[in-house]
């Protein structure tokens, strides 16, 4: 069964629904157990509280993992929450983390704020290192390493395999943030990762509607300790209404990024194209450094990238976002919708650094017609430079 169809099919049964097409939802705070003796062998069960889950969230966790190839996966309140409860569960006081400069910056947060206090420390690594690179920055203490390819607004490669080899040779976790290739383009797991993360609030859910993070770890024993800190947090999984959203938009998740593909390839080759554009990051793009890497491991590419124009003042950047027509200004993206956003690599990366001071931009391709999209970008640049 391939992919597309495994995702509408898998883990659905229409006989139990009485013939729905769609499971239900399913809330719930208390599990009855009809006798003592079940009652005493509550852990052998999934869930013995409303905190760990229903049926509504076991159905999307089950396609998830299976889409992953995980041994299983926790659901989380956002995707921050999944980069963070496994550091949790990875690290303690007096460990060393290795983190790449462009990191998700909610993720530099975490690291130089709740991890410092705990006497852990993060050292952060230049994004597209290589893994003789990263080697060397490890030590006696080093017990993660978090990856992310591509990098957040800058969008570097990493060779995830060549890295994943070196940790597990060394004995250290690695943990990926997926998000980028909604854990269909790219499975981690597959490449030697431990522990696979992703924002389900980007193209699984695909509107625009909703946070989750997933936790999808390879081998049981990953998944145990993790297991052990999520229900330590009382953080749970989500509402059971969101876990609908989610499974819903899951179901629909293959067309939707076919869609966003071809816009966001058509909408890169146009602005490669334009003389005004000083660079396009995006690793689908042959004139991409990481090309290479994302055409050996990736089977196709998401929506989100970046471009550089010349720098101007504050004023024309707002005559540029401001009268767009097609695109939103948000920090988020993945959803049906086309969002831009500027952003400034020289203060969020302070250890690679950024060799310039063009204006960077990171657009969301959505699933608008590619004229209007390309029509309005035209008319806004012109404006900016104008």
């Not at 076991?58 to 396609?63: K, Q, R, V």
């Not at 929506?303 to 939103?328: H, I, Q, V």
Request: with cysteine; aromatic share 8%.
């Amino acid at each position: 069964m391939r992919s597309e169809t495994a995702l509408i099919h898998r883990f659905r049964d229409s006989r139990q629904q009485h013939g729905a097409v769609n499971p239900p939802i399913v809330h719930a705070s208390t599990i009855r157990f009809p006798t003592l003796e079940d009652l005493d062998r509550e852990h052998e069960v999934r869930s013995s509280y409303g905190l760990h889950g229903t049926a509504t969230h076991f159905g999307l966790i089950d396609n998830l993992s299976a889409m992953e190839e995980a041994f299983d996966s926790h659901l989380v309140p956002s995707g921050l929450a999944a980069i963070t409860l496994p550091l949790m569960a990875f690290l303690r006081t007096g460990d060393h983390l290795l983190v790449p400069d462009n990191c998700y910056g909610p993720t530099r947060r975490f690291a130089d704020t709740v991890l410092q206090k705990l006497d852990i420390a993060t050292t952060y690594y230049p994004p597209a290192a290589a893994s003789e690179t990263i080697a060397e920055l490890t030590n006696p203490q080093t017990a993660v390493i978090l990856l992310e390819s591509p990098g957040s607004d800058t969008f570097e490669m990493q060779d995830v395999a060549a890295i994943a080899t070196m940790a597990k040779a060394r004995g250290i976790k690695t943990i990926m943030d997926n998000t980028w290739a909604a854990g269909y383009y790219f499975k981690p797991l597959q490449h030697g990762i431990d522990v696979s993360i992703q924002a389900l609030t980007k193209y699984v859910a695909g509107h625009s509607d909703c946070l989750l993070g997933l936790i999808a770890a390879k081998t049981e024993a990953d998944w145990k300790q993790i297991d052990k800190v999520h229900r330590a947090f009382g953080t749970g999984h989500c509402s059971a209404e969101i876990a609908y959203l989610a499974a819903r938009g899951l179901r629909s998740m293959p067309a939707r990024l076919a869609l966003h593909q071809d816009n966001a390839l058509k909408m890169a080759h146009w602005l490669e194209s334009q003389p005004e554009v000083l660079k396009v990051h995006f690793p689908a793009l042959e004139s991409h450094a990481g090309h290479a890497l994302w055409k050996r491991d990736y089977t196709g590419t998401t929506s989100l990238f970046a471009f550089e124009l010349p720098n101007r003042n504050r004023k024309k950047l707002a005559e540029f976002l401001d009268n767009l027509r097609f695109y939103g200004m948000g920090y988020s993206w993945g959803g049906y919708e086309s969002l831009l956003v500027p952003k400034s690599p020289q203060t969020t990366r302070p250890y690679s650094g950024w060799d310039n001071d063009h204006q960077l931009l990171r657009i969301h391709v959505g699933l608008e017609h590619i004229d209007d999209l390309i029509e309005d970008m035209d008319a806004g640049i012109k404006r900016y430079l104008a």
